[in-house]
């Protein structure tokens, strides 16, 4: 789980995160101030995001997850938060997408020297 997490106003994480292509991953974007929440807004590189489901939708507090991490994933997440007194406030973290080292597999998982395998290269992506 990363944080978009400030001193004032949203909370940050400053740094890159690491993830595996394919993984899901979870946001959470926090309000520290004293006015209420009214919206909060995602971006990744400039171009708001719709392809995340909310699983925490608190009154200072959101986590979103991204299903599966693909190419497009990578980048500056942003978090704006606008509270009903029409503050904004934003936060970002970078996040750097890395693919799954292939896994080989034998058929039949269980055999005897002399008997013969089959090697299979599986990759996750």
């Known amino acids: 789980s990363s944080g978009i997490n400030a001193e004032y106003g949203v909370y940050q994480n400053p740094g890159t995160y690491l993830a595996y292509q394919g993984d899901e991953k979870y946001l ?23 392809d995340y489901s909310v699983t925490v939708d608190e ?31 934003s936060a970002s973290l970078a996040l750097q997408l890395q693919g799954r080292l292939p896994e080989i597999v034998a058929s039949p998982a269980e055999f005897l020297y002399g008997n013969t395998v089959t090697l299979t290269c599986k990759h996750s992506i």
């Open 59 to 89: 009154n200072k507090r959101q986590r979103i997850k991204i299903e599966r991490l693909d190419d497009s994933h990578a980048g500056q997440f942003v978090c704006t938060v606008r509270t009903v007194d029409n503050v904004t406030a």
């Open 28 to 50: 959470t974007c926090s309000w520290n101030g004293t006015q209420d929440v009214q919206s909060f807004t995602w971006s990744l590189n400039g171009n708001l995001i719709q």
